[in-house]
Nanobody, 126 residues
Framework: KIQLVESGGGSVQSGGSLRLSCVAS????????MGWFREAPGLGREGVAA????????HYAASGKGRFTTSQDNTDRTVYLEMNNLKPEDTARFYC???????????????????WGQGTRVTVSS
């Protein structure tokens, strides 16, 4: 069974940092591109960052550029989202997603991702 499990969420003050992790399991081979998305209360799902096998290409939403960095480990089965200088507007549930086909390049288009984790909550207080 394919699973994506996120961890690393929590509560921080404005200006703080968090590092989210997502471990992918159950894939016959390595997953394809993996992305991070978030949902804030009352808002839709927003793409945050994405990275493809081998570490490139990477995509970032404008809201996180310069503050968020995504990376993968050398197995391409764990993806990280390093978030610095967090702001209250970053408060959301963050989800990890993966594409099942290695050749697909989904960018930050949630509709193209095949598998999703349950999410991890991030709360930033002012």
């Amino acid at each position: 069974k394919i699973q994506l499990v996120e961890s690393g969420g929590g509560s921080v003050q404005s200006g703080g940092s968090l590092r989210l992790s997502c471990v992918a399991s159950g894939f016959k081979y390595s997953p394809g591109c993996m992305g991070w998305f978030r949902e804030a209360p009352g808002l839709g799902r927003e793409g945050v960052a994405a990275v493809c096998p081998g570490g490139e290409p990477k995509h970032y939403a404008a809201s996180g550029k310069g503050r968020f960095t995504t990376s993968q480990d050398n197995t391409d089965r764990t993806v990280y989202l390093e978030m610095n200088n967090l702001k209250p507007e970053d408060t959301a549930r963050f989800y990890c997603a993966a594409v099942g086909v290695v050749s697909v390049r989904p960018g930050l288009d949630a509709a193209i991702y095949d598998f999703w984790g349950q999410g991890t909550r991030v709360t930033v207080s002012s």
